[in-house]
């Protein structure tokens, strides 16, 4: 995610001074790949890294990667780095996607098609209204799930669903027919912008073979930037939650001269990537709230107010990342609404089952840049749910539900995230590390509980604990916890074939600011701006300059989600092993990637990643996507899948010209899966649309249905499924 009206997090906006561990570096370089005692020594990655020099064709059928504990083995071989730039453009590289031989990507829906009855086709101009947008599946699809229902036998279906998609942030140039300015900016466009975030539900079958969605569903629902939710949890009612009260039409915000009681909030926005739990909801991930806000006036920044120090730490400032909502809608206006911004930054559960229920803020989780939220069902029942917070210098939280989930009372989960204690994660330099509880009884580096630091303190604990939530990221400064190269997903290995740890893995995908100076580290008095500090590398960070970014996995101490401690290392730091950079004493830009002997599987800016159901590990990435720079050997964006045992790598999918490739769902039976492609072409002007890519339809005719021809104009962020020829499991 970049462009226009969303730049990337490379803005750290984190002040807190927390300690870093550069003074072991070297003591753990070699034996950072910990889990894997004698699985990949430094010999082996040499010859690994030799083989791939230059090799980025696959010449020969390579033997499959072997199963092992936990792992099926995968079947198929790496697919070339898409490098090749078009001479016409001089940087458009093959605006296709392309999977594995054996394989087949169709496309699935995209941005604009009828998802619900009444819905319009996509028209191909974008001169739909916002009312038709309310219809019709959003922009800049991330994070996705597939909730099966039921099929013979009462068993979970495979062959229909309902697919839950989030839509991050929109283009705005390419929303409008006539771009974000052009014509004038007004209302209606804030309310088509609006209705393109956000959420779909969709409801999918296969039928005479073909994967489609079922355009006139009853379970088909769009939950936008103006859907009435619920805030719950301990942060609900508190007095920073309240804000102006509005009633909301197609042609105003118009303020009741009230105020709200904190308890309820209208929409959900920047849903990036995503999670669900064990009961059948899903997760939507507020994640680069603060950009669409702004201000009509001063927005109160100062380093002494409540309200100045909350919109320093979490980036929201007068400008924003360019949309304009605020001028139009003044519930977005931080001059005079500055509580609104407290509504986001949440996780969000939603019911695809029941299209009339309302969604849930769920404040237990902590409110900070949410990028994905995965949980672990502990052996007692208790949930425990791990997430990123994705900006530079940012922490790693979990969760841990007080009450054990009920397997078989669906009605008896319904408010478990309301209720538990919210960890944040500090990486020790012997390869341990602790989770450090936010509560009020929490004593920060300086020695002071919580409770008594002026950041949170309140009139009783429930104040207090209210505060900590709303204000995470200061509570997390409060208590040291390790800042990290930007953490985006988070995912969970399978307790399955021989393997029982409770082990989480999370993409770091990249920090501009690691190693630079001054060096300066998070307040802790959390009073640094978000994305500002210039840390020293560290164990659990150990790059400057992290372009290529890594991914850390952690074991919990017992097995279990509660535990207090783990052990963690660093499954892989991404790279390009054929790169012309220098090596450096504290970075390697080439990484330690193993593809050998199946071509290079290079890759760079992890940042989607999520085990399947059968042990494999799928990496997605988000650089620039144009084959530019760093990226000359690496090429387009790509989705990898990865032996958790070995860290073996093969490269699935590459993807067209300036898109990411995010969000991945797939059947129980594994044999359909969907994948997102994000922002294709982005950073296109206005006046012209296919400037950088003419995905998908300059290659698809039609949908997947098979009926849906697709219109000229622009490109759109879409889902394409893939299925294998022989209809096998996805991987083999
Ligand atoms: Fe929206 Fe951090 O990715
Ligand atoms: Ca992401
Ligand atoms: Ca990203």
């Keep these: 995610m970049k462009g226009h009206s969303h730049p990337t997090n490379d803005v750290s906006l984190n002040p807190s001074g927390n300690r870093s561990i550069r003074d072991v570096i070297d003591a753990v370089s070699t034996s950072r790949r910990q889990f894997v005692k004698g699985g990949v020594g430094a010999a082996a990655l040499a010859t690994a890294g030799g083989l791939t020099l230059g090799g980025l064709v696959s010449t020969v059928q390579a033997a499959p990667v072997p199963p092992g504990p936990g792992f099926p083995g995968i079947g198929f071989d790496s697919i070339p780095a898409s490098t090749d730039i078009d001479p016409g453009t001089g940087s458009k590289l093959a605006d296709m996607v392309k999977v594995p031989a054996g394989y087949t990507a169709q496309l699935f829906v995209a941005w604009g098609d009828p998802i619900m009855p009444g819905g319009a086709p996509f028209i191909g101009d974008a001169s739909e209204t916002a009312a038709d947008q309310m219809k019709q599946y959003g922009m800049h699809n991330d994070g996705m799930h597939f909730f099966p229902l039921l099929g013979t036998g009462g068993k979970p279906g495979s062959t229909r669903g309902l697919l839950c998609v989030n839509h991050e942030y929109t283009h705005e140039d390419i929303l409008f027919t006539d771009g974000q300015v052009g014509g004038g900016y007004t209302i209606a466009k804030t309310r088509k912008s609006q209705a393109a975030h956000g959420l779909s539900v969709l409801e999918v079958r296969k039928a005479g073979g073909r994967w489609m969605v079922t355009k006139t569903s009853p379970f088909g629902r769009r939950i936008t930037a103006n859907t009435p939710m619920k805030i719950s949890g301990p942060a609900a009612g508190h007095a920073l939650m309240m804000t102006r009260e509005f009633v909301i039409t197609d042609l105003a915000s118009t303020p009741t001269g009230g105020t709200t009681d904190g308890r309820k909030a209208h929409g959900t926005i920047n849903n990036c990537a995503n999670g669900y739990t064990p009961w059948g909801t899903y997760l939507t991930c507020e994640e680069n709230f603060n950009g669409n806000f702004g201000g009509s006036g001063l927005v109160d920044t100062s380093t002494t107010t409540e309200i100045g120090k909350l919109n320093r730490r979490y980036g929201l400032s007068a400008g924003g990342f360019g949309y304009r909502w605020h001028t139009t809608d003044p519930r977005f206006d931080l001059t005079t609404n500055p509580n609104e911004a407290h509504h986001f930054g949440w996780v969000v559960e939603v019911d695809p089952y029941d299209p009339k229920s309302t969604p849930v803020k769920r404040t237990a989780l902590g409110r900070f840049k949410h990028e994905s939220a995965q949980y672990v069902v502990d052996k007692d029942g208790r949930l425990g749910v791990y997430m990123g917070d994705d900006e530079r210098n940012e922490y790693i939280y979990k969760f841990v539900a007080t009450k054990p989930c009920s397997p078989t009372n ?5 408010n478990l995230l309301d209720e538990g204690t919210l960890y944040v994660a500090r990486f020790d330099a012997d390869l341990t590390g602790v989770w450090l509880p936010l509560t009020p009884g929490a004593i920060g580096k300086d020695g002071v509980a919580l409770r008594d630091n002026p950041n949170f303190s309140g009139a009783n604990d429930a104040e207090v604990l209210a505060k900590i939530l709303i204000k995470a990221r200061m509570a997390g400064d409060a208590v040291g916890a390790t800042m990290m190269d930007r953490p985006e997903w988070t995912g969970a290995r399978p307790r399955i074939l021989g393997f029982d740890e409770v082990e989480v893995y999370c993409t770091l995908t990249n920090n501009n600011r690691r190693g630079t100076l001054p060096a300066s580290v998070m307040a802790a008095d959390g009073s640094t701006a978000a994305g500002s500090a210039r840390p020293p590398v560290d164990a659990a960070n150990p790059r400057e300059d ?25 499954f892989v730091q991404a790279g390009d092993a054929a790169t012309a950079k220098p090596a450096k004493p504290t970075n390697d830009y080439q ?12 890759y760079g800016a992890p940042d989607g990643l999520w085990f399947d159901p059968f042990g494999r590990l799928w990496v997605q ?33 590459t993807s067209p010209n300036k898109c990411e490739v995010t969000g991945v769902a797939m059947t129980p039976d594994g044999r359909t899966m969907w994948v997102g492609i994000q922002h294709p072409g982005e950073d296109s002007a206005s006046a012209n649309p296919t400037q950088f890519s003419n ?38």
């Design 546 to 570: 992290n372009v290529y970014g890594h991914i850390i996995r952690w074991r919990e101490t017992g097995k279990s989600v509660t535990a207090t401690t783990f052990a963690w290392d660093l």
């Design 621 to 653: 990435t988000d650089q620039v996507g144009d084959g530019s720079g760093d990226w000359v050997n690496i090429g387009s964006n790509v989705m990898v899948c990865a032996d958790p045992n070995t860290g073996e790598t093969r490269r699935f999918m």
């Design 695 to 732: 995905w998908p339809q300059g290659q698809f005719a039609v949908e997947s249905d098979g009926l849906t021809v697709l219109p000229p104009g622009r490109p759109r962020s879409s889902v394409v499924v893939i299925t294998k020829n022989d209809g096998g499991v996805i991987g083999t």
């Design 591 to 602: 990484g330690n990637i193993v593809d050998a002997p199946n071509g290079s599987a290079d």
């Design 410 to 414: 669906r009605a008896a989960n319904r």
